[in-house]
């Protein structure tokens, strides 16, 4: 059993770095995903300060209110000879005759020979106010604090000591407003400013988005041109693009007509060599069998090896000239039937079997080029076959060859042993010289395979004889 030999393999793509995988490498999603950031953080920044200068407004507002209830208060309330508080205060505001609800006033006497007290109908039982040392009050003989209120509800308090007469006798004034209420009604106002703000800045997201996907729609074009390109359907990067990428199209059609002018230089020098050296080669050959004897023989036999050296290399620079280029495409589904059906019919003897993929594969390369690899294996495979030669064309399975595919040729002919593989691929080597050929069948089809990017796999078939298997690069 001889063991599978590889050419050289395909290289490993390198592995991303961190950067890379962190972020997709789509600019539309990068563009996209840093302004839907800004935006998110700009919205973020506008409610937070609508929001506290709609508390502070809100705030000064209810203050305000306080101020202005505990003023009227206090030009409401007198007192009587007798030191009797007296007054029917009217605030302006029904919150202060419903029982219960958040919004009181009261006044108490501050001094000796005042008695009495005076409070609204919402005030159902009494409300205690801290001592004046925990909360004291200011020059002007007011304080501001806040308490809880008879319905678990928060009281925003404010306060004031007054002098009712020349007497010097004082009251103490309270006006109690529902800080519950401007803490809900703050509330509300945020909700609706955030729906408000999120469907705003989801429009503008989505506005964004469509703005920079139709802004990067050109490059799209300049894309789906090249692919046009590569495919070989087109020759340039046609159309009308925008003044920024203009440029662009016009050095990639600059680069693509000086990738085939170098391509046709190449191919033009080596026509005119192989031209030029073609008759001198002929009439050393035609000489040296016209001496003949050994001398003779010697001559022809080296300048037909100078011959096919020539060819060989010939060739190997074509291939070269052309292998990156972004021209040259081949379907090989029909190229493979042509082959097989030749053949079949140059050995009658040999069944010849088929498995071709459901959607035909396009090789990034000469039509000529696929002909002679496939033409020297078949030509091998039939040559060692008995009876039995399978050729199999299929897209690499492989998560790492992506863009490649695989032509597998079987046979159940003798194979060759482990220690010969290496020999097998070597220029002019026969392992038997009992079957007609040149040697160079194998070692034509591993230069092509190694000029193109590829690799080849010989290894021992199924059916007993040898498994080439060729992975060349396709078009996407």
Known sequence: MSRRRKAEPLPIPARKPFSARLWPRSLAFRVIGFSTIWAILTLIVIFTLITTLYRQASERGFDSLLSAHLFNLIGSVGVSDSGQLSGAPDLGDLRFSEPNSGWYWSVEPASEGVHGNLHSSSMTTTIPSPTVAEVPFNSSFQRSYSTDGIGDEELQVFESEFVLDAKNRAARFRVMGNKTELEQEIATFQGRLLTYLSLFGVGMIAINAIAILLGLQPLRRVRNALALVREGTAQRLDGQFPAEIEPLANETNALIENNKRIVERSRTQVGNLAHSLKTPLAVLINEGRALGGAKGQLIADQAASMQKQVDHYLQRA???AQRDSVVYRTPVTPLVQRMVRVLQKLKPDVSLSLTLPAADIVFAGEREDLEELLGNL?????????????????PAASKDAAGLFEISIEDDGPGIPEDKARDALKRGRRLDETKPGTGLGLAIVADLVNEYGGALALDRSAMGGLKAVVR????Q
Do not use: E, G, I, P
């Open 378 to 394: 078949l030509d091998n495979a039939m040559k060692w076959a008995r009876s039995r030669v399978v050729v199999s064309v299929t």
């Open 318 to 320: 074509r291939v070269a």
């Open 472 to 475: 060349l690069r396709s078009l």
